[in-house]
Nanobody, 122 residues
Framework: QLQLVESGGGLVQPGGSLRLSCTAS????????IGWFRQAPGKERDFVAA????????YYENSVKGRFTISRDIAKGTVYLQMNSLKPEDTAVYYC???????????????WGQGTQVTVFS
């Protein structure tokens, strides 16, 4: 079972920025298309962004386009989510997961990591 670890969350004011990281042991992430998802309190978990194996293609949910950037460092085996111009509605627990190359909204595995909490407050 693939174990992913998310980090980088925190408290930030509206308009602020955070960078989330997604890692796994032994550079395993380099073999997967990776997606970021988020779950706000009382809501379902939603897709946020995805990036292909070599990072040449990215895809974003409409509400984060122009504000969030997904990237990957092959040498470090890490996927990032740079979040700028944060809004209170971005408050959620953020998760990363391997996704299907033909459907970024669909995960390859059923389990989730622990996620990382992002809170945007005034």
């Amino acid at each position: 079972q693939l174990q992913l670890v998310e980090s980088g969350g925190g408290l930030v004011q509206p308009g602020g920025s955070l960078r989330l990281s997604c890692t796994a042991s032994r550079f395993v992430l380099n073999y997967y298309v990776i997606g970021w998802f988020r779950q706000a309190p009382g809501k379902e978990r939603d897709f946020v962004a995805a990036i292909t194996y070599n990072g040449d293609t990215t895809y974003y949910e409409n509400s984060v386009k122009g504000r969030f950037t997904i990237s990957r460092d092959i040498a470090k085996g890490t996927v990032y989510l740079q979040m700028n111009s944060l809004k209170p509605e971005d408050t959620a627990v953020y998760y990363c997961a391997p996704v299907k190359s033909g459907n970024y909204y669909e995960r390859l595995y059923a389990s989730w990591g622990q996620g990382t909490q992002v809170t945007v407050f005034s």
